[in-house]
């Protein structure tokens, strides 16, 4: 299947910093991409869809001043969470979604995650 | 508005038996469902998925899963549990159904534990 990586796999970083995370599709081109927040245990919710070259759509309830979602390139999207506090800590999730082709319709693959821990 | 309910937050199995968890689902529109598995520290990989073709789904290693409208639930099972099966799995709902919009609504979760 598809290769979806992030970048970092895990960051510390003090409060009042600004933490970038890139989520890069591998071998394929990603006309979308969704980023979602793992808490321990608990679920992921989706945060926010990134269309290239669009302006990214939040959920309710998600600051877009506060996490920054920009996707530059069919391959690339960065999630920059802002002068992050200790409750943004937390497990990031990226997805990417391939075009549809023959008998898919866009199927998601998702990355393997970062890990925000904000002291 | 869609959603998906996973009952169970916790299942734990012998190796060799029979896996269920179970994932019940409300939608006003014809779902398209969902399975994944998460290992710790570790994105997710999609076991099987229901776009409204055959109502009983075939997945990767093993798994399997059927869609029953009237129950408006999509169980995942799988004959015999194996210790590399342990693992965090999630049911899903797409928004929208078939419209395709690729946001998935996700179930809490349930955590399957194998017994040696």
């Known amino acids: ?119 | 508005a869609q959603s998906v309910t996973q009952l169970g937050s916790h299942v734990s199995v012998s190796e060799g038996a029979l896996v269920l968890l179970r994932c019940n689902y409300s939608s006003s529109v014809p779902p398209y469902l969902f399975w994944y598995v998460q290992y710790p520290n570790q994105g997710l990989q999609l076991l099987l998925k229901y776009t409204s073709a055959a109502t009983l789904v075939k997945g990767i290693n093993g798994f399997e899963a059927e869609f029953k409208k009237s129950e408006t639930s999509f169980h995942l099972t799988k004959p015999s549990a194996h210790m590399s099966d342990a693992a965090e799995y999630f049911c899903a709902v797409m928004l929208g159904g078939s419209s395709n919009t690729g946001k998935l609504i996700f179930g809490q979760g349930t955590t399957l534990q194998v017994k040696p």
Not at chain 1, 8 to 20: A, L, Y
Not at chain 1, 61 to 69: A, P, W, Y
Not at chain 1, 98 to 109: K, L, N, V, Y
Request: charge should be positive.
């Open chain 1, 1 to 119: 299947g598809a290769v979806v990586s992030q970048h970092p796999s895990w960051v510390i970083c003090k409060s009042g910093t600004s933490v970038k995370i890139e989520c890069r599709s591998l071998d394929f081109q990603a006309t979308t991409m969704f980023w979602y927040r793992q808490f321990p245990k608990q679920s992921l919710m989706l945060m926010a869809t990134s269309n290239e070259g669009s302006k990214a759509t939040y959920e309710q309830g998600v600051e877009k001043d506060k996490f920054l979602i920009n996707h530059a390139s069919l391959t690339l999207s960065t999630l920059t969470v802002t002068s992050a506090h200790p409750e943004d800590s937390s497990f990031y999730i990226c997805s990417a979604r391939a075009p549809p082709a023959g008998g898919s319709r866009g199927e998601q693959f998702f990355g393997p995650g970062t890990r925000l821990t904000v002291l």
